[in-house]
Every structure is written in C-alpha cells, then in structure tokens.
C-alpha cells in the first residue's frame, strides 16, 4: 500500500511538471548524468552561461521526486507527510500562477537502481533533455545492480558491475534527438563503446587528443599566499563545427583542492559554452570568477593550529581520486585522513574497501576511520601493514574532537565518506579554526539536517 500511495504521488507530481514545462518550449534543456560530479558539472555550466542566457538549475534535486518538485518551484521542508501533502495541494496552483521563463535548465540526473522509479526511463518520462552529459560510470549504488551480474571473480564482477551501470546511465545520451548534442567523457571505455552509435551530434572530452576538448594539465598548489586548483585544455583543429579550434584554455579555481578527474565537469561547460556562442575569454573569465562549488566537495578550509582541511565529506564518490590528490600536495606538516563508509556497493563493499585500505596506507601518515565497513575491512588491512597508525571511532564528532588536538602547523586533512549516518561535516566543525564559519562552509546544516544528525550522533 506505501508503495503504491508512493507511485501515486510521483505520477501525480510529474504530470503537474510536464505541463509546467510547456510554457518553456523553446528551453534547451542540459541533462547531466554519471557516478560522481554532476553537481560540480551542473554549477560549472551554469557559472558559464548565466551571464548571457536566463538559466533555470536544479540546484537541490536530481531524483524522481527532486525533479518535478523543481521544475514546479517547490522544495521540501522536512518530509514528514504534512509535508508531502502541503506540495501536494501546491503543485496544481504552482502550475497556474508559477511563470518563471528561462533559456536553458540544468538538471542534474542521478539514478539508484535499473528499476522504476530510481531508473533513467522514470527520469526521462518526467523531462527529456535535448543536451546530455555523460561523465562516467563507477560503483556508487551498485548494491540495486548485483541482480544484473552472474561473475563470481571479483574483478571481472566489478567491472560487469559498472557496465550495467553504465548502460543505464547512457539511456540519457541514447534518447537524444538527432537534433541534440551529447558531451561524452572519451577517457571512459564504457562511454565511448555504449554510447558510440547515437543519433545526436557528439562532442567528446578527454585526456587523448582525438577528443574535441582535450584536457592536457592539472596541479594543485598551497601556500600560505593561495590555495587553488589549475587545469589546462586544448580545443582541437580536427572538428569543423567547434569554435575556437587550436586554442589552450588555462583556468584556475582559487580556494579548492580538486582533483583531476574535475577536469571533465569543466571540460563540460566549456564546450557547452562555445556552443552556446560564448568565446573563451569569456568562459575562463566565468569558470575562475563566478563558480560556486556545492558545499562538501574539495573544500580548502582552514583548521586549528595552522592546518588544512580538504573538506570533502559530501560523499564518498571518488575517493581513490582525492587520496591521489593529496598524496601529490607538497606541504610542511603531515598528511593525514579521516575516512567514513562508502554505502550502498552491495557485493562489491568489501573488495572496494580493502582496496582504498591499501592505498590509503600507502599515502597517509596516519588514519582515522568512522563508520562500520571501514572498521570491518579497512582497519584490519592498514593494521596489517603495519606502517601507519589507524584509529576506529565510533561516530564523527568523536572523531573530529581528537583530530582537533593532534593537528599541528603545516597538517593536512583529507576528509571524505558516505552520508548515510556518518555526517563527516561534523568531525569538521571540531577541527576548523572558525566554527562559527560551519553554516556558510559546511554541508547539511539546516535545521532538519541539523535534527536528524543530532539523534543519529548521540545513539
């Protein structure tokens, strides 16, 4: 009966945003989808093109739910059923008083499972894009796709995994008119092979030079001066209908440590920027001035006793890339990690643990773990190699008040895991030099995020 009231509602909503949607019909709309950075994507193309188009982004929704909630001008509160009845009674009077006009909407598009409603084929009955992003394909949530893979070796089943995954992401790609675009990341096989037979007019990105925008430089630097991150892209020659051919493109984010495969969210923007008729001067200009990062994501902030802290406690998509990242930083003190669960990996959850163990033990001075996967199949791992110091607490404000004193000058923390429980955020609030900075530099710090952590940290 729950779920069938919980159908009941999403189809309820997505009619009243369809129809919403018709009062746009010259919109362009931009889907983004991969396993991790498409809301890093979704920020960079609107810091790109908000200065000379009206754009609309989903900035708070990527889900079966999130999306027509958006598209109607309405967010949820607290999700308690008086909630969901109050969106309810508002989504036919949004329909007709809401006018809001715009030139291109940004959505984020993320699924959970193969199976509706958390699929691409929900998503794509709510809005289909005529511009779509493929960023890649990893293991985020891969526990729903375990179903799908018969292999028993680990290796080839974590790679059958991601396959699967990835054929249900490029359902967004492979729904394009023959009018669309797509902007597809080249360095992932996955993408390349599935999505090598689309109808729409393709621009590929990537660090090999057949692509149309080819990335040819990362570094990160930090000092006491400035704290940033460079990339560097060459728009080739070889693709007739792309403008600027032959170009370098350096562009330098300030304030945030981020890692290579960022590249690809920016690659994104740029080329859907020159698209959108923008020259490069005015891309470089956008991206360096007036990108905002969603908070969690490769954060500089700086901690007590002269430290850093790389605040990337969102979730745990990419962390083999940020222990990369780090592991590359020149600094005076030490490089340490507090690491929490990456959730929902099904079958996968031990190997993946184990594996990021290792390289972790490989990279940090010392370790500290929170969450049970972590102590279960990371702990023992860095234990046994007997390196490093590895410490297990039980939740992150404990974690994060004896981190707090063990910082020293010149200290660098990496900070990174799950949501679901772990709230890693918090262990940064008892390391920041200025806590009373936590609301403007921190995820989840309303008051309803605020209540379910409380409760969730004090059990």
Same mark, same amino acid.
């Given at each position: 009966?729950?779920?069938?009231?919980?159908?009941?509602?999403?189809?309820?909503?997505?009619?009243?945003?369809?129809?919403?949607?018709?009062?746009?019909?010259?919109?362009?709309?931009?889907?983004?989808?991969?396993?991790?950075?498409?809301?890093?994507?979704?920020?960079?193309?609107?810091?790109?093109?908000? $200065?000379?188009?009206?754009?609309?982004?989903?900035?708070? *929704?990527?889900?079966? #739910?999130?999306? @027509?909630?958006? /598209?109607?001008? =309405?967010?949820?509160?607290?999700?308690?059923?008086?909630?969901?009845?109050?969106?309810?009674?508002?989504?036919?009077?949004?329909?007709?008083?809401?006018?809001?006009?715009?030139?291109?909407?940004?959505?984020?598009?993320?699924?959970?499972?193969?199976?509706?409603?958390?699929?691409?084929?929900?998503?794509?009955?709510?809005?289909?894009?005529?511009?779509?992003?493929?960023?890649?394909?990893?293991?985020?949530?891969?526990?729903?796709?375990?179903?799908?893979?018969?292999?028993?070796?680990?290796?080839?089943?974590?790679?059958?995994?991601?396959?699967?995954?990835?054929?249900?992401?490029?359902?967004?790609?492979?729904?394009?008119?023959?009018?669309?675009?797509?902007?597809?990341?080249?360095?992932?096989? $996955?993408?390349?092979?599935?999505?090598?037979?689309?109808? *729409?007019?393709?621009? #590929?990105?990537? @660090?090999?030079? /057949?692509?149309? =925008?080819?990335?040819?430089?990362?570094?990160?630097?930090?000092?006491?001066?400035?704290?940033?991150?460079?990339?560097?892209?060459?728009?080739?020659?070889?693709?007739?209908?792309?403008?600027?051919?032959?170009?370098?493109?350096?562009?330098?984010?300030?304030?945030?440590?981020?890692?290579?495969?960022?590249?690809?969210?920016?690659?994104?923007?740029?080329?859907?920027?020159?698209?959108?008729?923008?020259?490069?001067?005015?891309?470089?200009?956008?991206?360096?001035?007036?990108?905002?990062?969603?908070?969690?994501?490769?954060?500089?902030?700086?901690?007590?006793?002269?430290?850093?802290?790389?605040?990337?406690?969102?979730?745990?998509?990419?962390?083999?890339?940020?222990?990369?990242?780090?592991?590359?930083?020149?600094?005076?003190?030490?490089?340490?990690?507090?690491?929490?669960?990456?959730?929902?990996?099904?079958?996968?959850?031990?190997?993946?643990?184990?594996?990021?163990?290792?390289?972790?033990?490989?990279?940090?001075?010392?370790?500290?773990?929170?969450?049970?996967?972590?102590?279960?199949?990371?702990?023992?791992?860095?234990?046994?190699?007997?390196?490093?110091?590895?410490?297990?607490?039980?939740?992150?404000?404990?974690?994060?008040?004896?981190?707090?004193?063990?910082?020293?000058?010149?200290?660098?923390?990496?900070?990174?895991?799950?949501?679901?429980?772990?709230?890693?955020?918090?262990?940064?609030?008892?390391?920041?030099?200025?806590?009373?900075?936590?609301?403007?530099?921190?995820?989840?710090?309303?008051?309803?995020?605020?209540?379910?952590?409380?409760?969730?940290?004090?059990?």
């Amino acid at each position: 009966m729950k779920q069938k009231l919980a159908m009941f509602v999403l189809y309820y909503l997505r009619f009243f945003a369809k129809l919403q949607l018709q009062k746009n019909k010259t919109c362009k709309v931009v889907g983004i989808t991969g396993s991790a950075g498409k809301s890093s994507t979704r920020n960079a193309i609107y810091s790109v093109l908000k $200065n000379k188009y009206k754009v609309k982004a989903s900035f708070k *929704a990527n889900s079966e #739910s999130g999306i @027509s909630l958006d /598209i109607l001008g =309405l967010e949820m509160k607290n999700y308690s059923n008086l909630d969901w009845l109050r969106v309810l009674i508002l989504a036919p009077i949004r329909f007709l008083s809401y006018f809001e006009k715009f030139d291109y909407y940004l959505v984020e598009m993320g699924i959970d499972s193969p199976n509706p409603p958390k699929n691409m084929d929900f998503l794509l009955s709510i809005i289909r894009p005529k511009m779509a992003v493929f960023l890649n394909a990893g293991l985020n949530h891969s526990f729903a796709f375990d179903h799908l893979v018969t292999e028993k070796d680990p290796i080839e089943r974590k790679k059958q995994v991601i396959r699967e995954i990835a054929k249900e992401k490029a359902k967004l790609v492979l729904s394009l008119p023959k009018t669309g675009f797509a902007f597809l990341n080249f360095d992932d096989r $996955n993408i390349r092979e599935i999505c090598q037979n689309i109808e *729409a007019e393709t621009y #590929s990105f990537g @660090s090999d030079n /057949i692509c149309d =925008l080819q990335i040819i430089g990362h570094e990160t630097q930090i000092n006491e001066q400035e704290i940033s991150s460079n990339f560097t892209f060459q728009i080739q020659r070889h693709y007739g209908k792309l403008k600027a051919k032959n170009q370098k493109l350096d562009i330098k984010i300030k304030n945030f440590l981020l890692p290579k495969h960022f590249a690809y969210g920016l690659a994104s923007a740029i080329l859907i920027g020159l698209k959108a008729g923008l020259d490069t001067k005015e891309i470089r200009d956008s991206l360096e001035n007036h990108l905002n990062l969603p908070l969690g994501r490769a954060t500089a902030i700086h901690g007590k006793n002269n430290s850093i802290i790389i605040d990337s406690s969102y979730n745990a998509s990419s962390m083999k890339d940020m222990i990369e990242l780090v592991t590359k930083i020149k600094n005076k003190g030490r490089k340490l990690a507090l690491l929490g669960d990456m959730r929902e990996l099904g079958e996968e959850t031990k190997q993946v643990h184990e594996e990021i163990a290792l390289l972790a033990s490989e990279s940090f001075d010392q370790i500290f773990l929170v969450g049970q996967e972590m102590r279960n199949y990371a702990l023992p791992i860095i234990q046994n190699n007997n390196t490093v110091q590895a410490t297990h607490f039980e939740n992150s404000k404990e974690a994060g008040k004896k981190i707090a004193s063990l910082l020293k000058d010149g200290d660098i923390i990496l900070v990174k895991g799950s949501q679901n429980t772990i709230f890693l955020e918090e262990a940064i609030k008892e390391m920041m030099k200025e806590e009373k900075e936590a609301k403007k530099l921190l995820c989840r710090q309303n008051s309803w995020w605020l209540s379910i952590k409380s409760q969730a940290l004090t059990k």
